[in-house]
């Protein structure tokens, strides 16, 4: 049975941190892109950052360029999205997705932020909240 289950999430403080995880089974990661989403109430569903499960490439929107770092352990086969320097417009429920990858050929003129139809497996989420 494919399965993606997401962990790590939590309330932060601004300028905190907080580690999510990403653990498939069913499949391997290997041969797929993996995109962290983000969900805030009242907004669509954006794409963030995405990985190759092949060579590691890593790809991030503008929003959290710089702020957030993917990661994935092909031992474990687990994706990890470290994020950092957390704003309260971070506050979201946060999804990981697996799909084919051949749409990372194209990563460089895609927004990932609308790459949600690349998927085909998703996570059922973890809510992040950063307040004071």
């Known amino acids: 049975q494919v399965q993606l289950v997401e962990s790590g999430g939590g309330l932060v403080q601004p300028g905190g941190s907080l580690r999510l995880s990403c653990a498939a089974s069913g499949f391997t990661l290997d041969y797929y892109a993996i995109g962290w989403f983000r969900q805030a109430p009242g907004k669509e569903r954006e794409g963030i950052s995405c990985?190759?499960?092949?060579?590691?490439?890593?790809y991030y929107a503008d929003s959290v360029k710089g702020r957030f770092t993917i990661s994935i352990d092909n031992a474990k086969n687990a994706v990890y999205l470290q994020m950092s320097s957390l704003k309260p417009e971070d506050t979201a429920v946060y999804y990981c997705a697996a799909g084919p990858p051949l749409f990372l050929r194209d990563i460089e003129r895609i927004d990932i932020a609308a790459t949600a139809s690349e998927y085909d497996y998703w996570g059922q989420g973890t809510q992040v909240t950063v307040s004071a």
């Open positions: 990985i190759s499960g092949s060579d590691g490439s890593a």
